[in-house]
C-alpha cells in the first residue's frame, strides 16, 4: 500500500524531486564508515553527514555504509558534498528501482536487490542496495539494518585476504559477490520447497498445493526479475571501461557474472519443473475423479440389474410359476449371487479394483 | 466503429492525404501555447494558427499544444508554418499510429500512446500524443481535453526545478516522462483487478470469471502493444543523434528508458500470472465436479445395495423363511444400518467427506 | 491440386525452366500499359509484347500490367525484351513464392502477396503480385483480373498528388501501399469473426466452434507468414540502396515498414487471442459436464433414500409394527417430505441450483 | 541399432579413424564417372579408386558419385587422392552428421540430408549425401542406390539448359535444388495426413488417432532438424567466399535459400496445426463424456422419481386410501406420463437432446 | 545435503579461500603423470606435487591427472608451482560450477561437466572436469576414480593416431572430443527410456507414468544445462585466439562444436517429445473415464426403465386389470426384453461397446 503511494506522489512531482517511495524500516538513518589502508583501519558512526565529507579527499579506501532513506535531507546532503546527479539520489530512494548500473565519469552508480528468504513468511523479501563507486571512496545505501555484509567487516578489520590492499572497486566487488552468494541461499530454500510441493502433490492433491504452486510461481518470476538485469550490469563492470574499475579487478567481476548465470539457469529449471507440476496436480485430479467413478460404476453396474430381479419378483401378477415354486427363493438368490461373483471378477481383469 | 470508416476512407486516398481516423472527441480545436525562457514565461490561447507561427523564429522555448485533430486544415497549416513533412501530418492524424520515432533533420517526430484507465468501464483507454521537437519549439497533438501534463505547466509557470533554464529537448523529456509515469498507475489499477480474481478463484471460480480474465489478458496485450515499441523509441532519443536533443537531456532519457522496460516486465510477469490463473479456473471447476460425484456416489454406494437387500424381501414368493421370522423385520433393519454405517466408515477413511 | 501438379512439374525440370504453377484464372492474359509524365498521360491495351519494348526507353514513367500468367511465352518474351534474368522469370510464374526482393543492378524484383477476403467461403485468398522497378519504367504480374489499384490508376490520370511528378520507384511505393492497407481490411475482418466466435462461445460451446477456432488459427498463420517477410523486404528499400529507388522515396518505405509491423503486431495479438480462446471452450464445456453432473445428482441424491424407504415399507415381512398403524402411511410421505425438502436446501446452501 | 553399435565403436576409436555409422543399404560399392565440358560428355562406371584420380586434373567438369559408404577403404583412397582431411572423410561416414559446410581451401565440404517419403511405412527416410567441390570436380557419397538426381543426369547427357556450360558449383547447386525442391514433396504428403487426420477427429476420435498425431510430431521434428542447418549452409554458400563458388553461381543459391525458408516455414506452420489438433482430440474426448452423461442423466432424471412413485404403492401399509380408489391405477399412471413428458420438455428446452 | 553445507561455508569465506564444495569421492587424492613426445613415452603416479612441477619446464608434452579434489592443500601447491590465478583454483574446488572457459595469457581453464548414465539408479551422474592447458602441458582436475579417457592413454602409449607428434591442446581437445562422444550414449539410455515410456502409456497410463515423466523432464534439463554452456566454450576454443591453441587444432574443435551443437538438437527434441507424452497421458486417463462412464451408462440405461416396469407391476392397486391375466406376466417379460434388446442395438449403433 505504502509503496503505491510512494509512486504516487512521486508521479507528481518533477524529475529529480526526492521522495522515498520504500517502507520506513528504521527508526533512525544510521551512518557507518570504514576507513582503512594497508596499514591501519578505523571503523566509526558518523553523527553528520559532514563527517562523512572529510573522506572524499583521503587516500585510504573509505567506505560509507548508510542504513535507513527515509530522511531524505542525509541523502541529499551526501549527494552535494560527493557532487551526485540528482538523478542517481532520485534513483537511491525509489525502492523499486529495476536494478541498474551508470556510468558518470566521475563515479559509478550501482542499484542491486539484496534477497532476502522470510521463514515465517515463506516469502522472499527484496531490499535495494544502491552503491557509488568512486576514486577511494564507496557509498552504500540500503533500505534498513541487517545486511549480508558482516563477513566482509571482519575481513576488513583483520586484513584478511587481498582486500585491504586494493581499491574500492574491489571493495564493491566483494559486496556484490557477498549479495549474489546469497542468492544461491534463497534458490535453495525455493528448491526445498518445490521438492515439498511434489512429494505432497504424489500423495494428496488439494486445491491449496495449486495455490501454493502459484504463489511460488509469483516468488519465481519476482526472483528472476530483481536478479535477471544483474547479467548486463556484471558485463558492463566486467570490461572496465570505467577508470575507477580496475583491469586486475575485472577478472573478479567475470567470476561474478558466472555466478549470475548459473543463478539464472537454476530459476528457469525451477520454473519449468512447475509447469510440470501444474499438469501433475491436474492429472491427480483427473485420477481421483476416476477412483471415484469406479467405485460408484462397481456398485452400480452389480447391485441395477440385482434390484432389477427382486423387482420382478415383487410384481404382482396372479399367474407367475416361479413364485409357486419351493425352491424358487433360494434358486433366485444363487442366480443373483452368481451374476454379481461374475461382475466381480469381470472388473478385476479390467483391473479396475 | 469510426475507427473503421476512417480506415477505410484512408485506404482509398492517395499517401499524404490528411484524414483524421479517430473519434472526434472535443466539439472545438484549441490550440495553447506556453512561452518561456528563463526570465519570463507567458500562456495565451491562440485563436488561430498564424499567432502560432510567430513563434518559430523566437529564441525562447515554445510549447504549442493542440487539443483535437478533426479540423484537418489546422493541422496543415501548422504544418505549412513548421514545414512538416506530409507523412508526418498524416502519421498525426492516424491515431491508430504504432508507437514511432523519426528524425527529419529540421525536428523529430514522435508519437506515443498515453494511456487511462476508466474505472467505470474497467477499460484502458488510448489517447494518441504526437510530438514535434524543433529547435526552441516543441508542439504536442492530443486527440482530446484531459492529460498527464498539468503538474508540468505548474512547473513551468511558477521556475520551478530545472524545466526553466534548458531547452525544447528537456521539456519533451518531461512530457513522456509523465506518461511513462502515468503507465506504472495503469499498471497498479490492472494488478489489482488480478489480485481481486485470484481471490475470486479461491472462493468460487465462475464462468464469469474466465471471461474476466480474457478480458485482462486482451487489456495487456493492447497496453503492451502500445508501450513495447517506447523502447526502442527512447532508446534512439538517448543515443541523442540529433542536434534538438543535447547531451546532458540524454541522460534523463536514458532514466525514462529505464522506467520504460519495468513497465514491459511488469506486464509480462502479469501476462504470466494470467496464464497461471486459467489453470487455476479449470482446476477449480475439476475439484468441484469431483465434489459433485462424490456426493452422488456416496448417496448410490450406501443406497443402492440396501435397496436390492428391500429388494429381496419385497418378492413375492410363497416359500421365503426369513419372511415368518418373528425378529426378521428388525433384524433386517439393522443389518441395513450396519451396512451402512461400514460404508460410512470407508468412505471417511479414504477421505471423501 | 492444381498447385501440387504445377511444383511437381517444375521439380523434374532444370532451373530456369518456365512453368506455372498456379491455377489459370483469367481466359486470355492481357497487357495494360500506362505511359505518364508531369505533362500527358497515356493509356492503352497492348496487343503484343514488342508493344511494351518501345516504351523501355522513353524517359516518361512506363507502367506496364500483366493480368495472367498462364501464357509462359508472354512472359519470356517481356523478360528478353527487358533483359530479366531466367530466375526471375522463374519465381514470377512459381506463385508459391514466399515474399521476396532482390536487386540485380538493372532493376530491383519483388514478390508480394495481395490478400483478399472472400465473404462467402471466410476464406483468405492470396494472389502473387510479382514487381520489377527499373529506370523508368515499373513491371507488374498479377495471376487474375481485380486488383487494389484502381484508386492509383485514377490518381495518375487526373494528376492527383506528387504521383506524375515523381519516379517508377514512388508508383511502386503507392501500389505496396495499397497492398498493405488492403491487409488491414483483411485483419478488421478477420477481428469480427473472432469477436463472433467469442460471442458464441459464452452462449452455447459446440464442436463446431472449436472447428472454426482451428480454421481461424490457419487463416491466421497464413497470412502471417503471406505478410512477415515483408518486413524484411521494405527495410531493405528503405535502405535505398539500389539506384533505382531515390532517398526522397525511402521515407515513403520507411512509412509502409511502420504499417507492416502493425499489421504483425495485430497478427500476433489475434493469435493470443485465439489460444486463449481455447481455453475459454474447454473450460465452457466442463461447465456443461458440471450443470448435468448436478441435475443427476441433485436427483439421485433426493429419490434414491426415499425410494429406499419406499422398499422398506414394500418388504413382506409377517410382523412389521408400523405397517399395521393407521396414520403409518401419512406419516411416513410427511418423513419422505421432509428429508427432500432437507436435501434441497442443503443444495441450495452449496449454490448446486 | 545398428546406428548404436556403430556411434558406439566410434567412440573408442580416435577421432580421425574411419568407422560408418549407418546400415549397409548397398551390396557392393559403386562409383560412376561422368565427364563433360561444353562440347563432349562421358559417362562410366570406375572399377576401381585409380580411375577416378586421373580426372583431378583434366580442365573439363567431373562428377564422381560414390553409391554405399561400408567399404571404408574406396573412401579412404578416394581421401588420399583428392586429398580430403581425414576429419570431412569421417565425416562422409559418419551418417548421423548434423547438415553442415566446411571451407577448407582447396574444397568445400557439404554434408546434406535426402529425405524420401515410405508410403507403405508412412516414414520419413533419411538419407545422407556428402559433397566435395573442387577445381573442376565434384564428388558425391550417397549411403544407398536411388536418388533425386536422374533428371540432372539427363540433363547433362542431353546438354539441356546451361549446366553444360559453367563449373562444378552450378553442378553442385542443380543437386542441391533437386534435394531442397524433393523436401516439398515430403511436405506435401505429411500435409496430406494432416489433413486426413484432422477429417478422422472430427469423425471420431479414438486414441490411436492421438498416437498418429505423436507420431506425425515425432516426424516433423526430424524432418526440421534435418532441414533447419541448411540455412545457414546455403546463406555462407551464397557468400561466396571460396574460390570455387562463383559471383555467377552465387545468385542461384540465393533461389535455394528463399525455397529453404519456405521449407522451414511449411514445417512450423504443421507443427503449429498439430498443437492445434490435440486440443481439438481433448475436446472431442471431454464431448463424447458430455453426451455419455446426458444419456445417462436424462435416463436418471426421468425414471428415477417414476420409480419412487411406484415405490410408493408398492408398500404394504394397511390404511393407504389411494389403493383402493377405483380409479387410482390409472390415474397413477397418467401422473407418470404427465412427469416424464414435463421433464422432456425441459430437457428439449435446455438443448440436451 | 553435502552441496548445500559446502555452498553455505563456501558463501561465508572471502573470495579465493580454497574450500571443496562437492563429495569425497576417493578416500586418496592419487597424481598421475603421463609425459611424452614423438619418441618416448612415460607414465608415473606422482607421490608428491613437487614431481609434478619438473614437468613445467621440459620440451615434452605433460598431462597431469589429479582424482579427488578434497585435499585442498595438493590444489593450492599445484596452484602455486604452475602459477595459477586464485579465482580458477577456487572454480576447480567448486564443483557446482556452470562449464566455462577462461583465457589467463599463460593458461586457457576450461570447466566441463563429464555425464554418466548410472543404470541402478536411474540417474545422470555428473562429475566436473577441469583443464588447464598451458606451453606444453595439460592439468586435468576429477572428483573421482574412473572416467571415459582410458582409450585416450591406450592411444598415447601405442603411439596410435597423430595424438603423440602434436601439442597439449590436441591432448586437450581428445579429452573434450571423449566427454562429448559420451553425451551421445546418455542422450541413447535417455532415448530408450522415452520409448518405453511411450509404449507403457499405451498399454496402461498410470500414475506412476506421470512421475516417471516428470523425472525424465528433470533429467533431460540438468542435462541441458550442463552441455548448453559448451556451445560457447568451444565457439571460443575454436577461433583460436590462445597462443596455446594451434590453428591446425583449431578445426577439429569445429567438429567438437557440431557434435556439441548435434546433442543440444537431441536433447530439445526429446524435451519436445516428452511435453507431447504428457497430452497423451491426460488423454489416456480421460478415455478411462469414459470407458467406465459408458458401462455404467449401458447397465443405467438399459436396467431403469426395466426397473421401473416391475415397479409399476409391484404397486398394490386394488384395480389393476393387467395383474389378472393370464400372460400378463410373459407378456410384461417380453416387453422389457424387448426394451432392452432394443437399447443394446441402439448403443451397438452409437459404438458405445
Redesign the interface.
Known sequence: MKR?SG??L????????LIHTGDKKVEKVTISIIDYDQDHVREEHASSVEKCCVFKETSSITWINVNGLHEVSIIEDLGKCFKI?P?VLE?ILNV???P?M?DFGDYVFIALKMLDYEEDKEAVESEQISMIIGKNFLITFQEGEGDVFD??RE?IKNS????RSVGADYLA??LM??IV??Y??IL?RIGDSIENI?DEL?L?PA?ET??TI?NM??KL??TR?SIWPLREIIAKLEKAESPFIQRSTA??F??IY?HT??VI?TIE?SR??IS???????????????E??????I???I??????I???????????P????????PF??LVMLGIGITMLIYFRRK??F
Chains 1, 2, 3, 4, 5 share one sequence.
Open positions: 503505491k509512486r504516487s512521486k508521479i507528481a512531482a518533477p524529475p529529480g524531486t546527479h538523478l534513483d523499486d528501482q529495476r541498474k551508470e563477513a566482509i575481513r584478511k585476504g587481498r582486500i566487488y566483494t559477490d557477498a552468494d546469497h544461491f541461499i535453495e511434489e504424489m494428496n486445491v495449486l495455490n502459484h510461481k509469483r518470476i519476482t526479475n577478472i573478479y567475470r567470476d558466472d548465470i548459473q539457469d529449471t519449468d519443473m510440470g507440476m501444474i499438469d501433475i496436480y491436474l492429472s491427480g485430479i483427473s485420477y481421483k475423479l476416476n471415484i467413478m469406479k467405485v460408484l460404476t456398485i452400480g453396474t447391485f441395477i440389474p440385482l434390484t432389477f427382486t423387482g420382478i419378483y415383487g410384481m404382482n401378477f396372479r399367474y407367475m416361479e413364485i409357486e415354486w419351493k425352491w424358487g427363493y433366485v438368490l483391473k479396475w
